[in-house]
């Protein structure tokens, strides 16, 4: 059974950071493009970052370049968000999801095309 969990996420005050983990069991993460997304309350789900399976190249979300850093750890079968300066935007629940290979390698930030998801974890940064 494919699964992806999230852990990681709590109350931070703004300028903190948070490490968020996706870990997977069923099948080998590194094959497959990994998205972060969140949503915040009454909006939609946004992407905030991705990596590619096939390059290992990384995208962001304008609102977050510079201040968040993904990252894959093969030997954990997990990928990472570290999320640094948080500011009160940065509340949501953030969601890692992957997509499988047989459609493409290379991540997107849209995320009706990704295929496994995990259960979210609640990120909220206020003082």
């Known amino acids: 059974q494919l699964q992806l969990v999230e852990s990681g996420g709590g109350l931070v005050q703004p300028g903190g950071s948070l490490r968020l983990s996706c870990a997977a069991s069923?099948?080998?993460?590194?094959?497959?493009?990994v998205g972060w997304f969140r949503q915040a309350p009454g909006k939609e789900r946004e992407g905030v970052s991705c990596?590619?399976?096939?390059?290992?190249?990384?995208y962001y979300a304008d609102s977050v370049k510079g201040r968040f850093t993904i990252a894959r750890d093969n030997a954990k079968n997990t990928v990472y968000l570290q999320m640094n300066s948080l500011k009160p935007e940065d509340t949501g629940v953030y969601y890692c999801?992957?997509?499988?290979?047989?459609?493409?390698?290379?991540?997107?930030?849209?995320?009706?095309?990704?295929?496994?998801w995990g259960q979210g974890t609640q990120v909220t940064v206020s003082s």
């Open positions: 999801a992957a997509l499988s290979p047989r459609i493409q390698t290379m991540c997107v930030m849209r995320p009706r095309i990704y295929n496994y």
């Open positions: 069923g099948f080998t993460l590194d094959y497959y493009p």
């Open positions: 990596i590619s399976s096939s390059d290992g190249s990384t």
